[in-house]
């Protein structure tokens, strides 16, 4: 089954197996949802990454603060371990975020 990416001024996106890398530069993406892929983003710059809804998706994100400052937001009222976004705060930090279905928990 052929993937489809749609991501505007992307440096570098890369896709092996069922994992997809994305690099960002200064963007704000909304989180790609193809079912059973797990998504990478390395980011520099102020970046904001919106995640697909919880409902039914069964994917990992992990998003790495490069440098600059990064907010993972999430859509409607779902939360990440209780809040609606989560910024990383430290360059070189990184978090992995999974669905329990109904909300995101960061693992």
């Given at each position: 089954m052929a993937k489809v990416l749609t991501i505007n001024s992307v440096g570098n996106v890369q896709e092996v197996e069922n994992r997809i890398t994305i690099a960002l530069s200064s963007q704000s993406v909304n989180a790609g949802s193809a079912i059973g892929t797990d998504y990478i983003y390395l980011c520099t710059g102020t970046c904001t990454i919106t995640l697909p809804t919880?409902?039914?998706?069964?994917?990992?994100y992990t998003v790495k603060r490069i440098t600059g400052t990064q907010t993972i937001n999430t859509?409607?009222?779902q939360t990440i371990d209780g809040s609606t976004s989560v910024q990383l705060l430290v360059d070189s930090q990184s978090v992995d975020i999974i669905s329990n279905t109904t909300n995101w928990l960061i693992i």
């Open positions: 919880a409902v039914g998706n069964f994917n990992k859509t409607s009222s």
